[in-house]
């Protein structure tokens, strides 16, 4: 997009994975291909299947403050909790979206036999265990330059929303996902814990 560049109104393409799954370096970042490995792109056509709203970061936080006995401002703040939630809607109703939004539902697909036609399933109770991915969201969205890209890299997250799709006339079904970060015990440093943000800034030399 042209300047002012640090205005951005593109959307991201949210691919998951298995945890510790390697984030793709932004060298390597071509958005009309898959970034690789075991990466899954969440929505048969990615962006394309995100509704108006787009992916919304959310950067969650709980604080407490001290006030002094004769003072009404306060001395001193500290934060108690903190969350990274990024959350979007897909209309998209495969099964195969349908089961990351269930808790990673395994999809079985049955084979058509003589009569019999071909099916897929989900089943629809979700258990206790909670299942995690890696999340990749990345676009054209550096604030550094036309064309520029980045991506967001949370190495460990799970799905928080409780999808309700609608199914009437003339208005697409909807699976709402959020995403919650998990703090990755792993990073080297507790700043990591939650990923990063990576932006490209210069063209590639």
């Known amino acids: 997009m042209a300047e002012p560049f640090e205005i951005l109104a593109t959307p991201f393409e949210v691919w998951l994975a298995p945890v510790g799954e390697p984030f793709p370096d932004l ?42 006995g004769k003072s ?73 330059g036309d064309g520029f890209l980045a991506q967001y890299q949370v190495p460990k997250v799970y799905q928080n929303a409780n999808p309700a799709p609608v199914f009437r006339k003339g208005v697409p079904a909807g699976l709402a996902f959020e995403f919650m970060a998990l703090a990755d015990l792993t990073a080297a440093t507790e700043e990591e814990r939650f990923g990063q943000f990576v932006v490209q800034d210069h063209e590639e030399s």
């Not at 792109?41 to 995100?50: E, K, P, T």
């Not at 990274?84 to 495969?94: A, K, N, P």
């Open 27 to 68: 060298d390597d970042l071509d958005l009309e291909e898959s970034p690789g490995g075991n990466w899954e792109l969440l929505g048969v056509n990615g962006a394309d299947n995100q509704g108006d709203e787009g992916v919304a970061v959310e950067h969650q936080q709980t604080l407490a403050i001290f006030r002094g």
């Open 72 to 144: 009404t401002a306060p001395l001193k703040a500290w934060r108690t909790e903190e969350g990274l939630r990024i959350g979007f809607v897909l209309h998209d109703v495969t099964l195969e979206t349908y089961g990351k939004a269930l808790n990673d539902a395994l999809v079985t697909d049955t084979v058509q036999t003589g009569s019999t036609v071909g099916f897929r399933e989900i089943n629809l109770h979700q258990g206790t265990q909670v299942a995690v991915f890696a999340l990749l969201a990345r676009g054209e969205n550096s604030p550094y």
